[in-house]
C-alpha cells in the first residue's frame, strides 16, 4: 500500500504542514522578489523561483490537495 499524506498523518497535521508550507512559499517569493530588486544574480543570471525551491513546495502542495 502506498503511504500518501492521508493515511500517515492526521487532518490536522495535514492542515498544520499545509499552512507551513504556504508561509513558508510565500516568504521565498518575497525573498526572490527583495533579491531582483536588488539585482542579485548567479553566475549573471536572473534569480528563478527554482533558485528558492518555490516549485517543489509547490509540488508538495499539490499533493496535500489530492488527497
Same mark, same amino acid.
Given at each position: 500500500?502506498?503511504? @500518501?499524506? +492521508?493515511?500517515? %498523518?492526521?487532518?490536522? =497535521? &495535514? @492542515? %498544520?504542514? &499545509?499552512? *507551513? $508550507? #504556504?508561509? $513558508?512559499?510565500? $516568504?521565498?517569493?518575497?525573498?526572490? =522578489? #527583495? *533579491?531582483?530588486? *536588488?539585482? /542579485? @544574480? /548567479? +553566475?549573471?543570471? =536572473? %534569480?528563478? =523561483?527554482?533558485?528558492?525551491? #518555490?516549485?517543489? #513546495? &509547490?509540488?508538495? %502542495? *499539490? ?5
Amino acid at each position: 500500500m502506498k503511504s @500518501t499524506p +492521508d493515511n500517515v %498523518l492526521t487532518e490536522s =497535521e &495535514q @492542515t %498544520l504542514i &499545509q499552512k *507551513a $508550507l #504556504i508561509n $513558508l512559499c510565500d $516568504l521565498k517569493r518575497e525573498a526572490l =522578489e #527583495i *533579491a531582483r530588486a *536588488a539585482d /542579485i @544574480t /548567479i +553566475d549573471g543570471k =536572473e %534569480l528563478t =523561483e527554482s533558485d528558492f525551491g #518555490i516549485s517543489a #513546495i &509547490q509540488m508538495l %502542495l *499539490a499533493k496535500f490537495n489530492h488527497v
